[in-house]
T-cell receptor, first 115, second 115 residues
C-alpha cells in the first residue's frame, strides 16, 4: 500500500490564482481530512469527509472547497489564492468503524506559497 | 469543545538527558490521545496512542506517555535523548468517531538535542 499520497509537493501561486491539491489513499478508509499547518499554530482542520458524497467544514474552511466523489480521493480546491493561504497542507485518513483507535494516517504534505 | 495545550513551544535537552514534553487536554468524553512526531520537511508520524486500558503507553523510539485522568494530562517522556530525537512533537485528542473522528492538535513543541 502507498498509504496517503499528496500532489504536488511544492507550489508557488500568484494572488488570485486557483489550484487543486490532490489527495489519494489506498487503504479503503471512510474518513478523510485536510489540515493546514502554520508555524507555532499546530494543525488546523479545514474540511473533512466521512464517506463518498459527504463533506463538512472544519475550523478554518474559508477560501477552500472540497469534494469526495470516491472513497480514495479527497481533493482540496483554492479558488482565489491569498497570501494568508501560504501554509503546509496535510491530508489524512482514518480507518473505518466506530471501534477504531482514532489514529489518522498522514500524507507527506504540500507546501504552498502565495505571493 | 475539546482542546489541547502543550506547555513550551521549544524544549532543549542534552544528549542522554531525560525528555519531558507536557500535554494537557480538555474533553467531555473519555478521550483518545495521541503523540505525533514531525521531522523537518516531513509529514506526521504516530509515536504512540492511548485509547483504553493501561494508562502507561509505550511507543516507538523509546518514548512513552502516561494518561492521568485526574490531571487531564498525557505527558511524553524518554529516559535518554538521542540526537535523532530532534523534531517537532504534537499532542492531539480525537473527537468521537460519530462526530467525525477529528483530531484536535496542540500547538506543537520543538525539541532540540544538544551534543
Amino acid at each position: 500500500n502507498a498509504g496517503v499520497t499528496q500532489t504536488p509537493k511544492f507550489r508557488i501561486l500568484k494572488i488570485g490564482q486557483s489550484m487543486t491539491l490532490q489527495c489519494t489513499q489506498d487503504m479503503n478508509h471512510n474518513y478523510m481530512y485536510w489540515y493546514r499547518q502554520d508555524p507555532g499554530m499546530g494543525l488546523k482542520l479545514i474540511y473533512y469527509s466521512v464517506g463518498a458524497g459527504i463533506t463538512d467544514k472544519g475550523e478554518v474552511p474559508n477560501g477552500y472547497n472540497v469534494s469526495r466523489s470516491t472513497t480514495e480521493d479527497f481533493p482540496l480546491r483554492l479558488e482565489l489564492a491569498a497570501p494568508s493561504q501560504t501554509s503546509v497542507y496535510f491530508c489524512a485518513s482514518n480507518p473505518p468503524g466506530p471501534m477504531g483507535s482514532g489514529e489518522q494516517y498522514f500524507g507527506p504534505g504540500t507546501r504552498l506559497t502565495v505571493t | 469543545a475539546q482542546s489541547v495545550t502543550q506547555l513550551g513551544s521549544h524544549v532543549s535537552v542534552s544528549e542522554g538527558a531525560l525528555v519531558l514534553l507536557r500535554c494537557n487536554y480538555s474533553s467531555s468524553v473519555p478521550p483518545y490521545l495521541f503523540w505525533y512526531v514531525q521531522y523537518p520537511n516531513q509529514g506526521l508520524q504516530l509515536l504512540l496512542k492511548y485509547t483504553t486500558g493501561a494508562t502507561l503507553v509505550k511507543g516507538i523510539n523509546g518514548f512513552e506517555a502516561e494518561f492521568k485522568k485526574s490531571e487531564t494530562s498525557f505527558h511524553l517522556t524518554k529516559p535518554s535523548a538521542h540526537m535523532s530525537d530532534a523534531a517537532e512533537y504534537f499532542c492531539a485528542v480525537s473527537e468521537p468517531y460519530n462526530q467525525g473522528g477529528k483530531l484536535i492538535f496542540g500547538q506543537g513543541t520543538e525539541l532540540s538535542v544538544k551534543p
